[in-house]
């Protein structure tokens, strides 16, 4: 009788194990990636109530007992303001509401169309290449640091090498390291240009500007990146003639994708909301220059192009803002002098430099005088930056260390840094 148990036994073990592995893999019709979400809570019953038929609860007996209904009880207010248990109103009883919507372009917004989108809501002409005023300031001996092509290097292997012990460092912290690493490397003229002294770096504050582009309302809101402010405003960047051709730029259209598209839309905002993040006895108040880094967010990830309307609309809500509070909000068809932002982009390996300048407050009709923007795109600052060398079929491709450094692209970020200090 025990040999028959155990040959049973030994009969049923294969079936137990084949058992098991096809319970691992019952989900046949959907993907791994669903069969793993949560399931959502169960929706609660509806109650109806039948007149003339009352519910027989337990109430009365001051707990539960089975088989009687759930009592209901009535709401209960509070006579004080408890913020975690606050409740707001519906969307229609807000004193903001508003029958015309608003369209807002925040931190998160990734606009479909990229440059062309932000050129269109802007109303602003492109120019490829920065200034060749601008590019000469760092071309200049007395401008530049001592030992610079040096001093740039050791800061990207710091960044990429230095800054920490993992094999492959993330690309939000060493694009963030360089970055600082740049700034802190031109603060060192300081010593050369006084006028270097009398900015700041600023980060977390909150900018708001409304404008109206043909029958719509928008509105930039929320924080950006990294900004340096500075006790003087930013020289033009174009003359008077130059400013004045802008007129017989006609705008390029993107029909017939909505120029609103990926843009959050509100029914509750002030559309008289106008703020540069800052008081007004504030002894830094001008825009200089904006920073970001690719990897800020990485929740809202943006190709290059995308990255580069983000940094126009800022760069233009910044200057915007500011205008506003110089000539009032009454649209302006010229400005008496034009107001300039510049902005700078990186991942950590490639940058992008823009600089903003806002002609006109009158956004509404596509005739009439245009902003203006020079954008550098895709400028390498190296090719690679590998901890161990990359080895393919027992040959050395790419060596350890730091590979192509460019320095023409250290040149454009000074030059952007030494504009009005020069």
């Given at each position: 009788a025990n040999k028959i148990r155990e040959e049973e036994s030994n009969m049923a073990a294969p079936c137990s194990s084949s058992s098991g592995r096809l319970q691992a893999h019952r989900h046949f019709s959907i993907s791994r990636r669903t069969a793993a979400k949560i399931q959502p809570p169960p929706r609660p019953r509806e109650r109806v109530e039948i007149p003339g038929l009352e519910r027989v609860t337990y109430a009365e007996r001051m707990h539960y007992v089975p088989g009687l209904s759930k009592p209901v009880n009535p709401h209960w207010e509070r006579d004080y303001k408890d913020p975690r248990y606050y409740k707001s109103p519906p969307v229609h009883e807000m004193v903001l509401n508003k029958e015309e919507p608003c369209y807002v372009f925040h931190q998160r917004t990734n606009i479909l169309e990229g440059m062309t989108q932000a050129l269109w809501l802007?109303?602003?002409?492109?120019?490829?290449?920065?200034?060749p005023q601008l590019l000469s300031l760092a071309q200049n001996p007395a401008n530049q640091i001592p030992d610079q092509d040096e001093r740039v290097q050791n800061a990207i292997k710091h960044a990429r090498f230095w800054d920490t012990t993992e094999q492959r460092p993330c690309?939000?912290?060493?694009?963030m390291t360089l970055l600082h690493n740049l700034l802190h490397l031109c603060a060192t003229l300081q010593a050369s240009h006084p006028a270097v002294g009398r900015r700041v770096p600023v980060e977390k504050y909150s900018l708001a500007a409304t404008w109206k582009?043909?029958?719509?309302?928008?509105?930039?809101?929320?924080?950006?990146?990294?900004l340096h402010t500075c006790m003087d405003p930013l020289p033009a960047a174009s003359g008077k003639q130059e400013?004045?051709?802008?007129?017989?730029?006609?705008?390029e259209t993107f029909y017939p994708v909505s120029p609103t598209i990926d843009l959050q839309k509100v029914q509750v905002y002030n559309e008289e909301v106008?703020?540069?993040g800052f008081r007004e006895d504030y002894p830094y108040p001008h825009a200089h220059t904006l920073y970001f880094h690719d990897a800020q967010d990485p929740g809202c990830k943006l190709l290059s192009d995308q990255l580069r309307a983000k940094m126009i609309m800022f760069a233009f809500g910044n200057a915007l803002a500011r205008a506003h509070l110089l000539y009032g909000t009454q649209p302006q068809s010229v400005l008496d002098h034009p107001v300039t932002v510049q902005a700078v982009a990186t991942n950590g390996r490639i940058f992008q430099?823009?600089?903003?300048q806002l002609n006109s407050t009158d956004l509404s009709g596509d005739d009439g005088?245009?902003?203006q923007v020079w954008v550098d795109k895709d400028a390498e600052l190296y090719k690679y930056a590998k901890v161990r060398p990359l080895i393919k079929k027992k040959q050395v491709v790419v060596p350890a260390g730091l590979e192509g450094y460019n320095p023409e692209t250290f040149t454009k970020f000074l030059a952007l840094y030494l504009n009005g200090a020069v």
């Amino acid at each position: 009788a025990n040999k028959i148990r155990e040959e049973e036994s030994n009969m049923a073990a294969p079936c137990s194990s084949s058992s098991g592995r096809l319970q691992a893999h019952r989900h046949f019709s959907i993907s791994r990636r669903t069969a793993a979400k949560i399931q959502p809570p169960p929706r609660p019953r509806e109650r109806v109530e039948i007149p003339g038929l009352e519910r027989v609860t337990y109430a009365e007996r001051m707990h539960y007992v089975p088989g009687l209904s759930k009592p209901v009880n009535p709401h209960w207010e509070r006579d004080y303001k408890d913020p975690r248990y606050y409740k707001s109103p519906p969307v229609h009883e807000m004193v903001l509401n508003k029958e015309e919507p608003c369209y807002v372009f925040h931190q998160r917004t990734n606009i479909l169309e990229g440059m062309t989108q932000a050129l269109w809501l802007t109303k602003t002409q492109l120019i490829s290449g920065l200034t060749p005023q601008l590019l000469s300031l760092a071309q200049n001996p007395a401008n530049q640091i001592p030992d610079q092509d040096e001093r740039v290097q050791n800061a990207i292997k710091h960044a990429r090498f230095w800054d920490t012990t993992e094999q492959r460092p993330c690309k939000e912290r060493y694009s963030m390291t360089l970055l600082h690493n740049l700034l802190h490397l031109c603060a060192t003229l300081q010593a050369s240009h006084p006028a270097v002294g009398r900015r700041v770096p600023v980060e977390k504050y909150s900018l708001a500007a409304t404008w109206k582009r043909g029958e719509d309302l928008f509105q930039i809101r929320g924080m950006n990146g990294l900004l340096h402010t500075c006790m003087d405003p930013l020289p033009a960047a174009s003359g008077k003639q130059e400013i004045a051709d802008t007129a017989g730029h006609v705008l390029e259209t993107f029909y017939p994708v909505s120029p609103t598209i990926d843009l959050q839309k509100v029914q509750v905002y002030n559309e008289e909301v106008n703020s540069t993040g800052f008081r007004e006895d504030y002894p830094y108040p001008h825009a200089h220059t904006l920073y970001f880094h690719d990897a800020q967010d990485p929740g809202c990830k943006l190709l290059s192009d995308q990255l580069r309307a983000k940094m126009i609309m800022f760069a233009f809500g910044n200057a915007l803002a500011r205008a506003h509070l110089l000539y009032g909000t009454q649209p302006q068809s010229v400005l008496d002098h034009p107001v300039t932002v510049q902005a700078v982009a990186t991942n950590g390996r490639i940058f992008q430099f823009l600089v903003f300048q806002l002609n006109s407050t009158d956004l509404s009709g596509d005739d009439g005088i245009k902003n203006q923007v020079w954008v550098d795109k895709d400028a390498e600052l190296y090719k690679y930056a590998k901890v161990r060398p990359l080895i393919k079929k027992k040959q050395v491709v790419v060596p350890a260390g730091l590979e192509g450094y460019n320095p023409e692209t250290f040149t454009k970020f000074l030059a952007l840094y030494l504009n009005g200090a020069v």
